[in-house]
């Protein structure tokens, strides 16, 4: 919750300190024709978050055993894009995306040979998504996206004597909703939220157990994330 605080507070002096950082354009042919236009072109922007996961395995050792568990850690990475206008105020882009997380997962109620997953940490992930912005004006858009991210899971086991880890990835659909400020000509500041549903990933632990240990996993993911980023 003070993360969430935290992210809202530096969002607002941001935008706040607009003036400070205003724009200026002193050729007249440097003017934009259009808002779409300054919301269009390249542009790489460094970001984090908040990172919620929630983690549902529907079998291990033992079939009739499940968990769920719900997890919020740091998410942190960025991303590389590009955006074109289509009319006045839209504009179409694509984005590719590469971040980290801080999340995991461990069980208070190992009972080997009955569930003996120990933990589940969450890894890299990846993401490409399309984007469509509308922009309000000159100096903030509102988008919405699209797209898909493979995401990385690493989980550890035991079979009562020793440790067994294995990792694994997972494909799910990514939707996302934002609103992007320019603060100069260049720089701008993003706050969006994105959504993921995964489709089931399941493994069984590359060295042999006597109870054959598998996981199967089905999971979902919530991030709202602050970036700071220069469009060229």
């Known amino acids: 919750m003070k993360t969430t605080v935290a992210l809202l507070v530096c969002s607002t002096a ?19 024709d259009t808002p779409a236009d300054i919301f269009s072109g390249p542009h790489v922007e460094l970001g984090a978050g908040l990172d919620h996961i929630k983690i549902k395995s529907y079998k291990d050792t033992d079939a009739t055993q499940d968990i ?11 991303a ?25 997962w461990s069980n208070g109620n190992l009972v ?22 509308y922009a309000m004006s000159n100096k903030t858009q509102v988008f919405g996206k699209l797209g898909f991210a493979v ?22 659909v990514r939707v996302g909703l934002g609103i992007e400020h320019q603060m100069t ?16 990933g399941s493994l069984i632990y590359s060295r042999a157990t006597p109870d054959g240990s598998s996981f199967t996993m089905n999971n979902a993911r919530d991030q709202l994330l602050g970036s700071v980023g220069l469009r060229f």
């Open 14 to 32: 941001l935008l706040a300190a607009t003036p400070a950082f205003a724009q200026s354009y002193d050729d007249p042919s440097d003017l934009p």
């Open 68 to 78: 769920s568990a719900s997890k919020t850690g740091l998410n942190y990475g960025g």
């Open 80 to 104: 590389l894009g590009y955006d074109l206008p289509l009319t006045e105020n839209w504009t179409l882009g694509a984005e590719f995306g590469l971040r980290a997380s801080s999340d995991k």
């Open 112 to 133: 080997t040979g009955t569930f003996n997953t120990s933990q589940v940490n969450v890894g890299l992930d990846v993401s490409f998504a399309a984007r469509l912005g």
């Open 151 to 172: 995401s990385h899971f690493g989980v550890t086991g035991t079979d009562g004597s020793s440790a067994l880890y294995d990792g694994f990835s997972a494909t799910g």
């Open 185 to 200: 000509r260049h720089v701008y500041v993003k706050l969006e939220y994105d959504r993921t549903q995964y489709s089931s």
